[in-house]
């Protein structure tokens, strides 16, 4: 079906590029009377980008003209929402081909690089990863229904280590099997964040929510029994974008 233009529902062309419309404008802006012609003025400049004689605007009409170029030009959604709204760069791409999406990515990459490699040091100095004993205080319900605290000594059975990186650091990666649950049937949870012993100190000491307090019992002899050898180097494909 052809366009039909919303202002005159002539077919073959929109609103945008009416050319009845253009004329309209440019009529009344050099014949109504007062606050009205100017603006028309206004309204013509942002739509044609000159005068109505043609010539360059001047003054604070230029100034609309520089709106009218920006508004006609497609802006990032992603760049709107991250702090890059009124900057240049955020204009003439969309999210998937946006030059600041991918420079935060590359310094993402290199701050997840970096966090690795602490992590991976402190797991293999203080012996905390998979197969360390730790015990946390939790409100359950024990086997016969009963709801209250309890605590609970268990072995860290599994860590999601592709999900660590720079832009989550609340991430639910750890999985503890519980020895001693008063439920006598849930004795596997995940669900929890990485040992807070295991994240820089200057990082840990920003957030209490950073990493789970659980407290170390006995230390693992091989923390790092399933994290990849070549960690630190990958590219993480789970970064948590700002929008």
């Known amino acids: 079906m052809a366009r039909r233009c919303g202002y005159c529902y002539d077919y073959g062309h929109n609103k945008r590029t009416c050319e009845g419309l253009t004329l309209a404008l440019k009529n009344r802006a050099g014949s109504e009377p007062g606050p009205a012609q100017r603006y028309y003025l206004k309204e013509y400049i ?16 230029k ?13 990032c959604g992603w760049c709107k929402a991250n702090g890059w709204r009124s900057e240049e760069s955020s204009y003439g791409h969309n999210k998937q081909t946006c030059p600041n999406r991918k420079e935060w ?25 998979i197969g360390t004993l730790v015990k946390d205080s939790q409100y359950c319900y024990d086997h016969e229904q009963n709801f209250g605290k309890h605590e609970l000594v268990g072995i860290i059975e599994k860590i999601d280590w592709q999900s660590i990186n720079s832009t ?8 503890v099997n519980w020895i001693n649950h008063p439920s006598k049937k849930l004795t596997r949870q995940s669900g929890f964040a990485l040992p807070r012993g295991l994240f820089p100190t200057e990082l840990a000491d920003n957030s209490w929510r950073i990493g789970a307090n659980f407290e170390i019992i006995a230390k693992s002899s091989n923390p790092l029994a399933t994290c990849p050898k070549d960690w630190e180097q990958q590219i993480p494909t789970k970064l948590c974008e700002p929008s």
């Open 46 to 61: 942002k739509r044609v980008g000159t005068m109505p004689d043609g010539t360059e605007p001047t003054g604070d009409l």
């Open 63 to 75: 100034e609309v003209k520089k709106t009218s170029t920006r508004q006609r030009r497609r802006q």
């Open 105 to 129: 990515a590359v310094e993402q990459t290199r701050l997840t690089q970096k966090l690795r490699a602490v992590i991976r040091s402190r797991a293999r100095t203080f012996g905390v990863g």
């Open 168 to 175: 989550n650091h609340y991430a639910e990666v750890t999985t």
